[in-house]
């Protein structure tokens, strides 16, 4: 595995199993819709950003607002929070590589206040250099979490900079960007998928 000097983490499903967490979540935005969906959709659209799930839904422009509010307003709860988990090697592999002197980023599509409410729940908010959230930039694919990532690293080297994220948006965000990109699929799911795969973070050490 080609090393890098700077690794670009998302967060979601990546560095951490959020997928229970998100039962809640999409429980009370679309309650407020006066329907469920179920566990396969609610696995699918872990790895869609907001508008996607407002398009495939078919959510009417009068109700987006509300089930916005709704969604953003469990994503934070107790509830949800307490329920992400990292998975085995996630804490073990970022170590490993600040211990070899490269930088840790995570860029995500997530909001500053949830990614750090779930940092903190664990005592690692140390681990990462810095932070790029919702707030920042505008939703991936388009690359502009990245160039925000890019900002905030001094003497950033593209060739040795790497996104690491666990659906085709964030392998498409990187090349966007003009960066390398890993997929992380744990589940087998991208099987004609042609870059470069990893079924889990501690293959990051290989």
Known sequence: MKQ?????????????????????????GFSYLGYQIGEEKTALYMKL??????????????KIEGWGKRV?????????????????????????????GARCIIASGNTRKHIMM?????????????????????????????????????????DKAVYVGDSLLDTACAGAAGIDGILVERNEEYGDYPGIKIDNLSRLLD
């Not at 953003?72 to 070899?100: C, G, M, V, W």
């Not at 979490?145 to 900002?151: G, Q």
């Open 4 to 28: 890098y000097d700077t690794y670009i983490f998302d967060f979601d499903g990546t560095l951490f199993d959020t997928r229970k967490s998100l039962i809640p979540v999409w429980n009370a």
């Open 49 to 62: 950003n907001m508008s996607q799930v407002i398009e495939l839904e078919k959510i009417p422009k009068d």
């Open 72 to 100: 953003i307003e469990a994503l934070d709860s107790k509830e949800s929070i307490s329920l992400i988990t990292p998975y085995d090697e996630t804490f073990e592999t970022i170590k490993s590589l600040r211990n070899r």
């Open 118 to 158: 779930v940092l903190e729940q664990h005592h690692v908010e140390s681990l990462f250099d810095e932070v790029v959230s919702a707030e920042d930039t505008a939703s991936k694919p388009k690359p502009d979490v990245l160039y925000k990532a890019f900002a905030l690293v001094p003497n950033l080297n593209k």
